[in-house]
């Protein structure tokens, strides 16, 4: 079937991985575009014609997922390697590694202000960590098999998590404890994520199905069935009207959520699609899998500028808040199958002029500036070493470091974000914060060995009055 304007069109190629593409991500202006790899690297790709790629080396495994941080002057990643690493996207591409983690490591998310990133592993635990400070803060255990993904609300009050347990937990990060947990007999969410204004969460199933729910009761809201393979990501429109689907089954679905129907089915990767990710915009998407190829498509079915609804959506980021039109409907649970009015696009059957990007690497070898672990803070530089060649966070730099770096800066970098934008002064940190958090540690045993006593001591009581009953008892018959 020949596309109509209003349909998705793919735009371009993206060739340069040497494996499999587990993670696709726009950066916050919508130029750029990072992927990673089972080859164990990171690329970042400039959406401007005869741009070059940047190959980020550092990871010693698999890299399964990677993001831009909200201002996009830091990348994430996680891999099998059992390391998160945070990196400047530029052609030097310090890094900094955070170790914690006792198995692979599946996703990394920040959270919509930058503050806190939050990472999802193997090891059963999923942990949260300060950007400010960069430092390890706390974890959440309750998974009892693989913890596949975490990610945080848009308000970042809540973070939804899905393991092979086949259970996804909705976890409070204020008191830190799990408030909501959702069960599948059926089988496990590879992947997770809450809808632009927090209030329903959607999950990609290996049932192939995707599920919508509602958080605010607690309720399945729609359940789809429009995939032939196991559901490997999802992605909401900024819009929060469509959701698209990577399967599998070598396809990528987009959903109309309003009408609660599946409208598009995409072909185009050869083999099974891992990752799809909308642009903040939502005017392109992106999606990768096995076949090694990101794919750049422009989204065309939805005009609708999005601003005005995120202002929305933003008054109403609130666990509690009211039912609302913009809400999905119908709110009722139903199945939806495949229909027969659904458009299959497969852009190898038309005749179009596709750019393909092979565009010139460059390989940037990362050389590890700082290391944190779950119980240590940042290491500071000694004093006798330049501050602006060590790695710290971007928004942490102070006014001297950034103007020295944006003297550095060449032309070819003129879309990454200018150090001006990162000039916030530098937290002083000493031994005694480490102190303190030994201490606080030290504070939250002693909390817990006395709770323990308090409910022994209180079971030894009952003990005693049993016993003092019985002999009572004993006594009257004799």
Not at 295 to 309: G, P
Request: with cysteine; hydrophobic share 35%.
């Amino acid at each position: 079937m020949a596309s109509a304007p209003e349909d998705p069109v793919l735009e371009r190629y993206f060739k340069g991985h040497k494996a499999a593409i587990t993670s696709v991500n726009f950066s916050p202006n919508g130029k750029q575009l990072v992927t990673a790899s089972w080859d164990t690297f990171l690329m970042l790709w400039n959406l401007k014609p005869q741009a070059r790629a940047f190959r980020y080396v550092g990871h010693k495994d698999v890299v399964t997922s990677v993001q831009f941080s909200p201002l996009g002057n830091l990348l994430a990643s996680a891999s099998r390697d059992r390391t998160v690493r945070l990196w400047i996207p530029d052609k030097k591409g310090k890094s900094s590694e955070f170790r914690a983690h006792t198995a692979p490591v599946r996703s990394v998310d920040f959270s919509s202000d930058g503050q806190f990133l939050v990472t999802a592993s193997e090891d059963k635990s999923i942990k949260v960590w300060n950007m400010f400070r960069q430092r390890f803060l706390y974890s959440l255990y309750r998974h009892t098999h693989w913890v596949r993904c975490a990610k945080f609300s848009p308000d970042g009050r809540l973070i939804v998590s899905c393991s092979e347990d086949k259970t996804i937990k909705i976890w409070d990060t204020t008191n830190k404890q799990c408030v909501n947990n959702l069960s599948d007999s059926v089988g496990f969410a590879n992947f997770v994520d809450f809808n632009p204004n927090g209030t329903c969460i959607a999950s990609a199933g290996s049932d192939h199905s995707v599920r919508i729910w509602d958080i605010r009761v607690n309720k399945l809201l729609q359940h789809y069935q429009v995939h032939s393979c196991g559901v490997n990501s999802i992605s909401f429109h900024p819009s929060g009207n469509y959701l698209i689907t990577a399967s599998s089954d070598g396809t990528l679905k987009i959903l109309d959520l309003l009408e609660g129907r599946l409208i598009y089915t995409l072909q185009g990767h050869m083999g099974p699609v891992f990752t799809v990710s909308f642009s903040r915009s939502g005017e392109q998407f992106t999606s990768g899998g096995a076949d090694t190829q990101v794919l750049l498509w422009r989204t065309n079915f939805d005009e609708l500028h999005c601003k005005d609804i995120n202002k929305r959506n933003l008054k109403r980021l609130h666990f509690d808040s009211p039912p609302h039109l913009l809400d999905i409907y119908p709110r009722t649970p139903h199945t939806h199958e495949r229909k027969l009015e659904t458009v299959e696009i497969n852009p190898k059957l038309e005749v179009i002029d596709l750019q393909i990007s092979t565009p010139p690497v460059v390989d940037i070898l990362s050389f590890d500036s700082t290391t944190i672990t779950e119980n240590s803070g940042r290491n500071l530089p000694d004093k006798g070493e330049d501050i602006c060649g060590y790695f710290l966070n971007p928004s942490l730099m102070s006014a001297d470091c950034s103007a020295i770096a944006v003297k550095n800066k060449t032309e070819e970098f003129s879309d990454f974000p200018s150090e001006s934008q990162r000039s916030i002064p530098l937290a002083v940190t000493d031994a005694l914060e480490h102190i303190m958090e030994q201490l606080n540690v030290l504070t939250q045993t002693v909390s817990i060995l006395e709770q323990r006593l308090t409910l022994t001591e209180d079971k030894l009581k009952d003990c005693l009055e049993n016993q003092h009953k019985l002999i009572s008892v004993v006594q009257q018959k004799s």
